[in-house]
Every structure is written in C-alpha cells, then in structure tokens.
C-alpha cells in the first residue's frame, strides 16, 4: 500500500507514534531532564549526566537509522524510511546560537516542555508558552 | 572519590536508561513508519492549523502536523505514566524562576526553529544520523548554553 504522502497517519501508524512519544517521555522523566537543575547543573559541569542520556539515545537511534533499512525494505507498516538533512548555514549557527541561550537560562528544551504537562510541573508552562511564541515569532518573521 | 562519582555525583544507570529509552521510542517511531522524530518541529507544525501564513503551510508542516501531535501527546503520557509509578504521583516543581522560564522558552522555540532542531533533533536523530551539521549545531548550542548558564550562576552568586 504505497501512499502518495509517506507520512499519512492510519490507525496502526497513530498507535506506533503515541508510544514512541510515550518512550521518548518516560525516558526524559527517568534521567530527570524533566528538572531543570539537572540540565543546568550540567551547563555548569556539576553533573555529567546528561551526556549519557544524549549518547544512549543517540547511539540507539544510530543503530536504527544505520540497521533498518538495510534489514527491511520498508518500514512495518508501510511507506518508506524518510531521512532529515540537515545543513550547516547561516540558520542553523544563529538559531543553534540562540537555542543554547534560552536553554541555558531555563534549563529548559522542546521535549522536557511538553513532558512537563504529564509531571504536573506547572512552573514549566512558562517555559513551554515560551517555546509556543519564540515557534511562532519564528514563523511570522522566516522569509522562506 | 572516584572518577565516576566526580562526574555523576547523583549516580549514572538512571540517566544512562532513561536515554535509551529515548532512543527506543525514536527507532519504535522509524521502524515501524519510518519517521524521524525530533521534538522542536511540532511547535511549527501545530501553528499551521491556526495561521494560514505560508511559512507554516509549507508541506513539511502540513503533511507532518497530524503524527507530529500525537508523537507530542505520546510524550505527555509517557510524563504522566513515569509520575504515577515512579515518582509517587506528586506533581515536580523547579526552583527556576518564571522570568527565566518564559524568556529562555521563548529563546528557545524561535532558535531551535531558526537552526532547524533542537537537543533531540541535532542532538539525538542528527548525530544518530551521522549529521555534521548536527554535530556543528550540538557543539554550538552547548557553548551558548554553558556560557549563559555559567554567567547566570555567577550574577546570582
């Protein structure tokens, strides 16, 4: 069943992805990136943690990006294996520049926002409405 | 002391797991649809159901936006379920104050916009990919980070 739009989202394929994004937060709130103090914590090099959470997942996902498509043709339930370029311009320094900035001062990033509605942490609704209008002021101003 | 408790002074099988387990939900999320699921995109893609500026109707938003929210909901629940098995069912609270919340937030929703990704985006997927400008936009957003990090704890102290 080839799709004209590879990312068509059917039933089975909704499913997947509400548990994927239910390992991706249950994960973050075990390694305690859901608290901020810990990221910052880090940027102050208190605590190392937070490299293994980054080179666990990286490696696993490594593993998946490198190892699926050469053991399947396609993915499971359809489709194909999409890949995400990324490119190194004037964008990404600037918006990664920036990026660091704000994560710096809240300790805070677009997975641990989104978490912190299931942890129940209300403190980090400022930072999530801020990640909502700085996505929005973005879009607005973008000349694409 | 040992090295170990130097660098993870809280102990390291807990950040170690819990980064698996990130890194199973995004190769879950690839070898079952084939998607790459960073985080920072759905804050683009959601908007697109609400403005109808070009920007946000661009068919990377628009094709993306459906599975993108339920991937963002995936992570409420996974949130919600570490709560009440794990962490006793008490809502957390951080000691970081709001303005810094709301101003660093925004920093970050339009950074991570403008450079294309964020910690999981570049940081997880891109390196997982074996990305050099992810690995150029890591090294970038840990500098700005520990730099503005460090002058915060200095102005504070």
Redo the contacts between chains.
């Keep these: 069943m080839n799709n004209l ?3 068509t ?1 059917s039933l ?3 499913v ?23 990221v ?1 914590n880090f ?2 090099f ?5 490299m ?15 190892g ?1 498509p050469r053991w ?1 043709i ?4 359809g ?10 311009n004037r ?21 641990p ?12 609704l ?15 101003t ?1 000349r ?1 | 002391m040992n090295l170990i408790e130097t660098l993870f002074p809280l102990g390291w099988q807990h950040y170690l797991l819990g980064g698996l387990t990130i890194g199973a939900g995004v190769a879950l999320l690839f070898l079952f649809n084939g998607w790459v699921g960073g985080m920072s995109s759905v804050f683009s893609s959601s908007w697109s159901f609400v403005s109808k500026r070009a920007f946000f109707q661009q068919a990377r938003f628009v094709s993306t936006r459906n599975w993108r929210l339920v991937y963002a909901l995936g992570v409420v629940l996974g949130a919600l379920v570490w709560r009440f098995t794990l962490a006793g069912g008490e809502a957390q609270h951080t000691s970081v104050s709001a303005w810094q919340l709301l101003v660093g937030g925004f920093l970050v929703g339009y950074g991570a916009r403008l450079g294309n990704g964020c910690t999981s985006g570049h940081g997880i997927c891109g390196l997982g990919s074996l990305q050099l400008p992810s690995l150029f936009a890591v090294l970038t957003f840990m500098a700005t980070a520990f730099i503005t990090a460090n002058l915060m704890a200095w102005s504070l102290a």
């Design positions: 739009n590879p990312h989202l089975p394929k909704a997947v992805t509400l548990a994927a994004g239910a390992l991706f937060g249950f994960g973050l709130s075990l390694a305690t990136m859901v608290q901020p103090e810990v910052i940027l102050l208190k605590d190392w943690g937070l293994l959470v980054m080179g666990g997942a990286a490696g696993l996902a490594m593993l998946a990006y490198k699926f399947f396609r993915p499971l339930l489709g194909q294996f999409l890949t995400q370029p990324s490119n190194w964008q990404t320094v600037i918006g990664s520049a920036i990026f660091g900035i704000g994560w710096g001062l809240s300790g805070v990033c677009p997975g926002a989104i978490a912190a509605l299931g942890t129940g942490n209300t403190d980090i400022w930072a999530l409405g801020g990640i909502v209008l700085g996505a929005l002021a973005h879009g607005l973008a694409d």
